[in-house]
C-alpha cells in the first residue's frame, strides 16, 4: 500500500474518493483550498492515522515529500452556481492548477486521474453522447469557463501523457449524486431536494423536457478507482445510461421525501444543454463497470443526510 494524493479532497466527490483510498489501506493525503469544499466533509477522518489534509489552493506549486503511488485530480468548482461565481478560479484550477499536478505525477513517476465532465460536449447533436464525440461548446459564453477550462484539462493531460509519459487517465463524469453534496450546491438535485424538504416550489427551468442521467456517488467512485489501474489514456465516459426528463426527476423527488411541493417554471439558462446520456461501452469493455445503484435506491440515504444538515441547521 501507498499514498494517494486527493485534489480537491474535501469536496463532494473527492471526499469520497477518500474514503475509498483510505478503506484499501492506502495513506491518503486530501488538498483543497475549501472554495467549493468543506471540512465537514472529513470530520470523520479526524482520528484516522493514515490521513493528512492539506489546505492549498492547487494553482500554486504543489510539493509533497516522499513517494506518490496515485493521484486523483478533483479539483474545480463543478456546479453553474459555483463556476459562474469564480469564473477566473474555474480556469485557473483547469489550466494552471492541472499543470502543477501533472508535474507531481511526472516527478513521482505515479498515475494520475484527471476529472473532466460531460460539459466537454456542450450541447449535445450526437446522442448518447460517446467519448469519440467532439461537443459542440459555446467557447464565450457564461458557461465556457467550465467548459473550456475541462477541455483544456484533457489537451494538457495528453500533452503530458505524451510529451513526458506520464501515466494519466481521464474521466469523464456525467451528472452524480449522493450524500455530502452541498446543499446551495446549484445543481439540480440540491435545488429539488432542499426545496422539497422545505414544502417549497420546485424550480424547473425551461418546460422540464431537458434531460439528464444520475449516476449514484458510489458507483462513480467505484469506477474511478478502477481507472486508476488501467493503462489507458483516452477519455471514458463514468454515468448512467438511464435516462430522465427534469420534470420525471423533480417527481421522482416528490415521491421520494414524501413532499407535495408544486412545480415553478423559470426561463432555461443560457447554453444549457437540452439532452444529457452518457454512452458507456468503453467503460463496460474497458473496466468491466457500469452503475449498479438504481435512482430509488440512491434516493434513501440522499434525503436522510439532506434531511438531517437541515435539520441540524434549523431549517426544515
Known amino acids: 500500500m501507498g499514498r494517494i494524493v486527493i ?9 469520497h474518493l477518500v474514503d475509498r483510498a483510505l478503506k484499501e489501506g492506502h495513506e491518503v493525503l ?8 468543506s471540512l465537514d466533509n472529513l470530520a470523520h477522518l479526524s482520528a484516522e492515522p493514515r490521513f493528512r489534509f492539506l489546505r492549498h489552493d492547487v494553482t500554486r506549486a504543489l510539493e509533497v515529500e516522499g513517494p506518490v503511488t496515485g493521484i486523483l485530480h478533483f479539483a474545480s468548482p463543478a456546479s453553474p452556481e459555483d463556476y459562474l461565481r469564480y469564473p477566473i478560479q474555474t480556469l485557473k484550477v483547469g489550466s494552471l492548477g492541472t499543470h502543477n499536478v501533472l508535474g507531481l505525477a511526472k516527478a513521482k513517476g505515479a498515475p494520475v486521474v484527471v476529472a473532466s465532465t460531460s460539459e466537454v ?3 449535445p447533436k450526437v446522442h448518447p453522447q460517446p467519448e469519440s464525440y467532439w461537443g459542440n461548446v459555446n467557447p464565450v459564453g457564461p458557461r465556457s469557463c467550465y467548459d473550456e ?6 489537451a494538457l493531460t495528453m500533452a503530458y501523457h505524451r510529451m513526458h509519459g506520464v501515466r494519466t487517465r481521464i474521466v469523464r463524469i ?15 438535485l440540491p435545488n429539488f431536494l432542499c426545496q422539497a424538504l422545505r414544502g417549497l416550489p420546485l424550480t424547473i427551468y425551461g418546460d422540464g423536457s431537458q434531460t439528464r442521467s444520475f449516476t449514484y456517488v458510489d458507483d ?4 474511478v478507482w478502477r481507472l486508476l489501474d488501467v493503462e489507458d489514456p483516452l477519455p471514458v465516459n463514468l454515468g448512467n445510461a438511464r435516462e430522465m426528463t427534469i420534470r420525471e426527476f423533480a417527481e421522482r423527488i416528490l415521491a421520494a ?14 447554453d444549457d444543454p437540452r439532452v444529457r446520456k452518457p454512452d458507456i461501452e468503453r467503460a463496460r469493455r474497458m473496466l468491466r463497470w457500469e452503475p449498479r445503484v438504481p435512482l430509488e435506491e440512491g434516493l434513501v440515504p440522499t434525503v436522510a ?9 434549523g431549517d426544515r
Open 174 to 188: 456525467f451528472n452524480t449524486y449522493g450524500p455530502r453534496m452541498r446543499l446551495e450546491d446549484g445543481r439540480v
Open 121 to 123: 460536449y456542450g450541447d
Open 257 to 270: 421525501t414524501g413532499s407535495k411541493s408544486p412545480f415553478e417554471h423559470r426561463p432555461l439558462p443560457e
Open 30 to 37: 486530501a488538498v483543497d483550498n475549501l472554495i467549493t469544499g
Open 220 to 223: 462513480l467512485v467505484e469506477g
Open 305 to 313: 443526510d439532506f434531511r438531517r444538515r437541515l435539520s441540524t441547521r
Open 7 to 15: 485534489t480537491g479532497g474535501a469536496g463532494f466527490i473527492g471526499s
Open 149 to 154: 477550462a475541462k477541455r483544456f484539462t484533457e
